[in-house]
């Protein structure tokens, strides 16, 4: 299961973590998949290189903003 709702509720998240090991799932949330997602289009529109340690940096800062 992927949640790729990064806003909100979380509740197919929430769901899919209930019955995880019932179901036998591998449930993964989404939200650092999009984080170096769209920190990489921003980067190729700004023309900027992107290093692992700036990514983590934006993951971190966007981890935070979203609680």
């Known amino acids: 299961m992927w949640e790729f709702n990064y806003r909100g ?3 197919f998240l929430h769901q ?8 036998v799932l591998h449930v ?5 998949y999009f984080i ?3 920190s990489q289009v921003v980067a190729d529109v700004f023309e900027l290189q992107l290093t692992p340690d700036i990514v983590e940096q934006l993951a971190q800062s966007a981890e935070f903003a979203r609680r």
């Open 9 to 11: 509720s979380l509740e």
């Open 16 to 23: 899919a973590r209930a019955t995880e090991a019932a179901r």
């Open 28 to 32: 993964v949330d989404g939200w650092r």
């Open 36 to 38: 170096h997602g769209w």
